[in-house]
């Protein structure tokens, strides 16, 4: 069974860093992409990168490039989300899933992992 | 950058249709998918490729396009349809992810 899990709910204070992870079972991780979607309090789903294990290529929405590092690790299925200097307005659900990208860039998520809430204040 | 616009709210009556849509300039040539979302869940993939169904999503849930609207339609609404929906798809070169705004659909 394919399966995302995240790792807990953080609560940090700004300008701390912090890197989130997003294990993956059940399937070949390295023949899939991991992307990232924030969910700010009450809102919609921002989408912010997107890494492919297997050669660790990596794309940022224009929104996040610059604000957060995507990696992923092949020797432990596992795929992450960091920061370097947190902010408040970084407090947001943020969830990982697994993508599938079709020729020509198409890209879905097909499994989600269960969202990890950061929590950013002073 | 590129956008996906979705109403903000639909409200049905059980065992009614209802249509939500998602409208972008590259949807006549990128395919769109679409997400239920439940509070305090993750969202779940119910439409991919513009009118696929996963495994295990109901039929009465469907999708289609027309041009630069794709529309997801709930026939026989229940009340377990209560959710937000959210599309998705990429802008025309293939380059970026892009949601939609999302939808509350209400079952009344």
């Known amino acids: 069974e394919e399966q995302l899990v995240q790792s807990g709910a953080e609560v940090k204070k700004p300008g701390e860093s912090l890197k989130i992870s997003c294990k993956g079972s059940?399937?070949?991780?390295?023949?899939?992409?991991i992307g990232w979607v924030r969910q700010m309090p009450g809102k919609g789903l921002e989408w912010m990168g997107i890494?492919?294990?297997?050669?660790?290529?990596?794309r940022y929405s224009p929104s996040f490039q610059g604000q957060v590092t995507i990696s992923a690790d092949k020797s432990t299925s596992t795929a992450y989300l960091q920061w370097s200097s947190l902010k408040a307005s970084d407090t947001a659900m943020y969830y990982c899933?697994?993508?599938?990208?079709?020729?020509?860039?198409?890209?879905?998520?097909?499994?989600w992992g269960q969202g990890t809430l950061v929590t950013v204040s002073s | 950058s590129y956008e996906l616009t979705q109403p903000p709210s639909v409200s049905v009556s059980p065992g009614q249709t209802a249509r939500i849509t998602c409208s972008g300039d590259?949807?006549?040539?990128?395919?769109a998918y679409w997400y239920q979302q439940k509070p305090g869940q993750a969202p779940i993939l119910v439409i991919y490729?513009?009118?696929e169904r996963p495994s295990g999503i109901p039929e009465r849930l469907s999708g289609s396009s027309s041009g630069t609207r794709i529309t997801l339609t709930i026939s026989g609404v229940q009340a377990e349809d209560e959710a937000d929906y959210y599309c998705?798809?990429?802008?025309?070169?293939?380059?970026?992810?892009?949601f939609g705004g999302g939808t509350k659909l209400t079952v009344l």
């Open positions: 899933a697994r993508g599938y990208c079709g020729s020509g860039g198409n890209c879905y998520f097909d499994y």
């Open positions: 998705q798809s990429v802008d025309g070169s293939g380059s970026f992810v892009v």
């Open positions: 590259a949807l006549p040539k990128q395919y």
């Open positions: 490729k513009d009118s």
């Open positions: 890494i492919y294990p297997g050669d660790s290529d990596t």
């Open positions: 059940g399937y070949t991780f390295t023949s899939y992409w």
